[in-house]
C-alpha cells in the first residue's frame, strides 16, 4: 500500500488550521538529509490555493535575503509537520500573483482586522 492509498484510508488531516489567501503562514517541513531528519520553517504569504481534498497544495512567497522565494506545499504531504498562522491578510482577489512585479512597500499585503 503506497502513500497515498494509505492516506486516503485515513482521511483528511485535521490538525491544520484555516488560512486564506493573503495571510501569513510558518509552513514547518520535514527535511531528510542522509539519515538524519529535521524540521525547516518556510515563513511567508500565502499567494494562491489550488485543488481540494488530497490534492490541495499552497503557494507560499517569501523574500530571503533580498531574493524572492516561491514554494508549492502539498497541504496533505506527510513532509508538512504543521501550519500556523502569524498574520491575516486583507485582499480582494484569489490569485496574488501580481506580488511577483512588486518590492518593497508596493508588496505589502494589509493586515485583516479580525
Known amino acids: 500500500m503506497n ?11 485535521d490538525d491544520l488550521p484555516d488560512f486564506n489567501i493573503g495571510d501569513t503562514i510558518n509552513v514547518a517541513v520535514r527535511i531528510v538529509e542522509g539519515g538524519k531528519s529535521r524540521i525547516q520553517n518556510f515563513i511567508g ?25 516561491e514554494r508549492i506545499f502539498p497541504v496533505e504531504s506527510p513532509n508538512v509537520d504543521s501550519i500556523t498562522v502569524k498574520k ?14 512588486r518590492t518593497g512597500r508596493k508588496a505589502r499585503i494589509r493586515e485583516a482586522r479580525r
Open 88 to 101: 491575516r491578510g486583507r485582499i480582494r482577489r484569489a490569485k496574488l500573483y501580481y506580488l511577483r512585479g
Open 45 to 69: 504569504a500565502v499567494i494562491a490555493r489550488q485543488g481540494t481534498g488530497l490534492e490541495a497544495s499552497i503557494t507560499v512567497r517569501k523574500i530571503s535575503g533580498g531574493i524572492a522565494v
Open 3 to 13: 502513500i497515498v492509498e494509505q492516506m486516503r484510508a485515513e482521511g483528511l488531516r
